[in-house]
């Protein structure tokens, strides 16, 4: 028994990474892929604990980033708020389980124990990105795609999820391919990643539909140009993102569509109508303002979103479960406080990157960056998939702290 055990605990570090890098690739693949690899990883994380307590090897508290206990702060009040809750007790589970996606930030970086082991990782998530976007543009040119499940039109090259999700995560990949380029391939081979960068932003601004793409894709390449400016010139970038837009108007059929369309889709709301996606976002919006001004301080209880945007007016009648705004959900649910203390996460994400190496760094503070204007428009943290992937993508990074440069191959 002790033989096995011990030959166990030899295959446990290898087994953790697997359920990682597992997790990293099926980001990309859709909701069941990443259910199966959030079983592993808990699997994972319970035979990492229990060699913990045998060999008493647990890390030291100093050794986990600040944001760790903003995270266990921020759930820990959002499963109070199930006391006071005005939501069904459905309601408020299935809520409180949306939420809990950011706790998977302690699953991964609890057994990523070296840096090397959080490249590998990385590694698997960029390919599974790479494999999602060449699935895209094979669906664009009408190649069958056997593994695509969204129900998309293929000419929108969707594969998983929705023209929300893929353009975002496809965004993330270049973000992670392009500030992570000291371990790109060298020779030949360093101008693969060069060619997926192209294909991957042709796609997301000539292909995607999704406005929030657009905006992260826009942020990215704007803060990607500010680190390549002289500091005394970086003022300029200011005026990026609108100048790449104008361009990007006149060149892209689909991007000036889908910017009109948000001008138009005011003014049906003006005109009374939900029918189109800002118009119900404005209704959200609106609806939510007034529960927070019921309940400031406390909020209405973990998964009561739904149900105080009906008791208030909510002229949509099969509403989401949350109003596609990450800061107003947090405050209608969990009131001031847990606003607080969901911003205490962004803000202790950023300032856990000034920790990192460079190009981590960059990477973090990009990923950061995007979420939380990406926050003003949806709940990223809220969607499956998507937030397995930023959370996934902190630790994975935060986890690179101790790296020098070069770093060797993880054997």
């Not at 693949?29 to 647990?58: E, H, P, T, Y």
């Not at 543009?137 to 594969?159: N, R």
């Not at 060149?251 to 005011?266: A, E, G, I, M, W």
Request: net charge positive; glycine share 6%.
């Amino acid at each position: 028994m002790s033989t096995y055990l011990s030959q166990i605990q030899y295959r446990l570090p290898s087994f953790a990474v697997f359920s990682v890098s597992f997790l990293a690739f099926s980001v990309s693949l859709g909701v069941a892929m990443v259910s199966i690899a959030k079983l592993l990883l808990l699997i994972a994380v319970l035979g990492q604990f229990i060699k913990d307590v045998r060999n008493r090897s647990f890390p030291s508290l100093k050794s986990w980033p600040q944001l760790t206990w903003w995270v266990l702060a921020a759930m820990a009040w959002m499963s109070l708020s199930g006391m006071w809750t005005e939501a069904s007790t459905p309601d408020a589970l299935a809520g409180w389980g949306r939420h809990s996606r950011i706790l998977w930030f302690l699953a991964v970086f609890y057994v990523l124990r070296t840096p090397a082991h959080a490249l590998l990782s990385l590694k698997w998530f960029v390919a599974g990105m790479v494999i999602m976007m060449l699935s895209s543009w094979a669906l664009v040119i009408g190649l069958t795609v056997p593994w695509a499940s969204a129900k998309e039109l293929p000419a929108l090259g969707i594969v998983h999820g929705s023209t929300l999700e893929q353009p975002v995560l496809l965004t993330l990949l270049a973000a992670v391919l392009w500030f992570m380029r000291d371990h790109w391939p060298q020779g030949h081979w360093r101008y693969v990643p060069i060619g997926i960068l192209l294909l991957t932003v042709v796609n997301v601004f000539f292909v995607m539909t999704g406005r929030s793409g657009f905006l992260v894709m826009l942020l990215f390449i704007s803060m990607a140009v500010w680190w390549q400016l002289p500091k005394k010139w970086r003022w300029l970038v200011v005026a990026l993102p609108f100048a790449l837009a104008a361009l990007i108007m006149v060149l892209s059929p689909r991007f000036q569509t889908q910017t009109l369309k948000v001008f138009q889709d005011v003014q049906s709301y003006q005109q009374g109508s939900v029918e189109t996606s800002q118009a119900q976002r404005l209704d959200y919006w609106h609806r939510s303002l007034l529960a927070i001004k019921e309940n400031p301080l406390l909020g209405h209880g973990v998964g009561s979103w739904r149900m105080k945007y009906h008791r208030l007016g909510g002229m949509q009648v099969d509403a989401p479960s949350n109003p596609h705004q990450q800061y107003l959900l947090w405050a209608v649910e969990s009131g001031a406080v847990g606003l607080f203390l969901f911003l205490g996460i962004l803000v202790f994400q950023l300032k856990g990157a000034y920790a990192l190496p460079v190009n981590a760094k960059q990477t973090l503070l990009t990923v950061t960056a995007m979420a939380a204007v990406m926050g003003v428009m949806n709940c990223p943290y809220f969607g499956a998939g998507m937030g397995e992937c930023l959370v996934y993508l902190a630790a994975s990074l935060l986890a690179l702290r101790a790296m020098q440069q070069p770093l060797p191959e993880p054997s």
